[in-house]
């Protein structure tokens, strides 16, 4: 016959003997202390021990979360504020930003298309991040992997015993189209620097026939990586919401892409810095022209939206705990979060036009 004391459930004990059970399992800190257990002692009268009150004494020190561990949750829970608002900021600003565009015919053409699926791109990928969390939060723990990075920041504290499999299955097609969109926002980018580069290096230049090829690169080609990831994840790690690595050549599968793109973004940002300088020695361009401001926006953003990926190219959620990863954390998810707002405003609303 077992009991439960609010804290965990309890088998029948004999007398004069110490009764111990596993650590329960809805601890927000379980991972860390799953091999421990909470211990009771049952009397020579066959009665659970009590303290100096009629309160059953229990001894629970096992299961309790360290003073770090307790830190690293409240700093954690402060960076899921964080990326929560930028992600909100970013997501009202930029379909604000594409209402706009939309909205003035005048507006309408290539340059502006290509800002618009940029602007897709980043309004999906907030979207899939906000929906994930509020799934997650909705998961048991023996399903989301109890105490990690994602549940935490996601403020996942769920106690249900009965598994949310709709939840779980919504929860990793928001994980899908999450690594889908971070992946195409880079290579919109890459669009954008490709097209300021040929509209710079072309004396003759036909925006229209380029722009089904830049679709096919911003769209397509992180369909690539992503369908794979997706068959390998079902196979072989089929297992939370997908949030967790615990095999690192199927995270390197999305990541790898992801930095040749941002690799190729410098790449580019390099030689659109060139052709500037020496047009604007040449006199062949002044600081009021179109391009001008383009370049500005565009060279403005491929270092902003790709160097904390570099300087961190080694870091995952799986690296070891230590002040790098706070570091780390910090500077990711607070410009993932606020890139939507950097790129409506540089596009969108500090455009002249």
Excluded at 266 to 292: E, P, W
Excluded at 303 to 326: A, W
């Amino acid at each position: 016959m077992r009991m439960f004391d609010l804290y965990a459930c309890w088998t029948d004990g004999l007398p004069n003997t110490t009764v111990k059970v596993p650590c329960p399992w809805y601890l927000p800190w379980y991972n860390q202390v799953r091999s421990g257990f909470v211990l009771r002692e049952c009397g020579p009268d066959g009665q659970w021990h009590t303290k100096n009150t009629s309160d059953t004494w229990r001894n629970n020190s096992q299961c309790e979360a360290h003073k770090g561990q307790e830190e690293q949750m409240w700093i954690l829970g402060c960076f899921r504020a964080m990326y929560t608002v930028g992600y909100y900021l970013s997501l009202a600003s930029l379909t604000l930003a594409l209402i706009i565009l939309f909205q003035f015919r005048r507006l309408r053409c290539t340059r502006n298309y290509i800002h618009a699926n940029l602007f897709a791109s980043f309004i999906l990928r907030a979207a899939s991040i906000l929906i994930r969390d509020i799934l997650l939060h909705k998961l048991p723990v023996d399903v989301s992997y109890n105490y990690n990075l994602s549940t935490v920041l996601s403020g996942h504290i769920s106690t249900n015993m009965t598994t949310d499999y709709n939840a779980l299955i919504g929860c990793r097609i928001a994980q899908v189209v999450m690594q889908y969109c971070v992946g195409a926002s880079y290579f919109w980018l890459l669009v954008e620097g490709l097209y300021l580069h040929n509209l710079l290096i072309l004396f003759v230049f036909s925006e229209n026939s380029y722009l089904r090829g830049y679709i096919i690169l911003g769209w397509g080609i992180p369909l690539l990586y992503v369908v794979p990831w997706i068959i390998l994840r079902q196979l072989k790690e089929n297992n939370g919401c997908w949030e967790k690595n615990e095999n690192m050549l199927h995270w390197w599968i999305i990541q790898t892409p992801t930095y040749l793109a941002i690799f190729a973004n410098f790449y580019v940002f390099i030689r659109i810095m060139r052709l500037l300088v020496s047009k604007l020695k040449a006199n062949q361009m002044r600081q009021s022209d179109n391009k001008f401001r383009l370049a500005k926006s565009t060279l403005t953003l491929i270092p902003l939206l790709g160097i904390h990926k570099v300087v961190f190219t080694m870091m995952s959620e799986e690296t070891n705990d230590s002040p790098i990863r706070n570091i780390w954390l910090f500077f990711e998810l607070f410009f993932n979060s606020f890139q939507g707002l950097l790129v409506a405003t540089l596009y969108c609303f500090v455009n002249k036009e």
